[in-house]
């Protein structure tokens, strides 16, 4: 069932996504060499709860942090851990999110850890401006396949693969809600847009193939080839007026 949300409740969405729009960044500025995934995810937990929120990914399906920290190849998903190390040359996918008044943020980027290959900034930059794309069509009045179109052609066009396995979702006073969104779709079908409409879009885009696999973890999900892979998320109001992000900081 899709929830349209109030003026009421869009101001509470705001509040939520601003807190989990200045946790990514201050999870985010902590990239570095030397820094482990287990103390990024503290920054961010840090960060919540001091805007008075909660981490909502936090016990969400059994999920052990607050954020799912995603290395090089590893696509989503990514547990924290004291002994996962970042090194100058990786990008690092952080997704995480925070509720408070009720409702959800939901947010993702993926950074550059000191000097990183021009083959990995070029799948950053059409990873996020994909996701920027996509906005555009999220209007009362269109539909999802029109988003979804929207992510797929621009990566495809640029050569990457475009993860079929995992969507963007609706988002309000759960943090997964309908519809799914899709990256990958035809233009004019599914779901009708309407204003009110809250929608976490979210590319999760390949270097090499699409395919994907999930490790014994039960959680990390890796691409089948090894090569890398980036994610940008951001959380989205449909209003009358256009596309509004949420999660902007
Ligand atoms: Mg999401």
């Known amino acids: 069932m899709i929830v349209l949300k109030t003026s009421r409740e869009l101001a509470l969405m705001k509040e939520a996504c601003r807190i ?6 201050v999870a985010g500025e902590a990239v570095r060499p030397g820094i482990s995934t287990w103390e990024i995810d503290k920054i961010a937990y840090d960060y919540i709860k001091s805007q008075g ?5 936090l016990g969400l399906y059994g999920f052990p942090a607050t954020a799912c920290i995603s290395i090089n190849d590893e696509v989503i998903h990514g547990i924290p851990s004291k002994t996962r190390i970042l090194k100058s040359g990786d990008i690092v996918s952080i997704d995480l999110g ?7 943020g939901d947010n993702a980027a993926t950074f550059a850890c000191g000097d990183v290959s021009d083959e990995a900034k070029r799948l950053m930059d059409t ?3 994909s996701l920027y794309e996509a906005i ?3 209007v009362p009045g269109g539909r999802i396949g029109d988003i979804a179109h929207a992510v797929q052609s ?9 993860v079929r396995e995992y969507t963007g979702h609706g988002v309000g006073k759960e943090l997964h809600e309908d519809p799914s969104v899709p990256n990958y779709g ?9 204003a009110g409409m809250t929608l976490a879009i979210e590319p999760m885009i390949n270097q090499g193939t699409a395919r994907i696999k999930v490790l014994p973890d039960g959680w990390t999900v890796k691409t089948l080839d090894g090569k890398l892979s980036a994610h940008f998320e951001h959380t989205v109001a449909i209003t009358k007026d256009g596309p509004v992000i949420l999660t902007k900081v």
């Open 136 to 138: 555009k069509f999220a």
């Open 53 to 57: 929120a909660e981490p909502n990914f």
């Open 127 to 129: 990873t996020r401006d």
């Open 186 to 194: 035809t233009a004019g079908r599914g779901v009708r847009l309407l």
């Open 20 to 25: 989990s729009a200045g946790a990514l960044k």
């Open 98 to 104: 925070a509720k408070k008044g009720g409702y959800n």
């Open 154 to 162: 621009f990566c495809e066009e640029r050569g990457y693969g475009v």
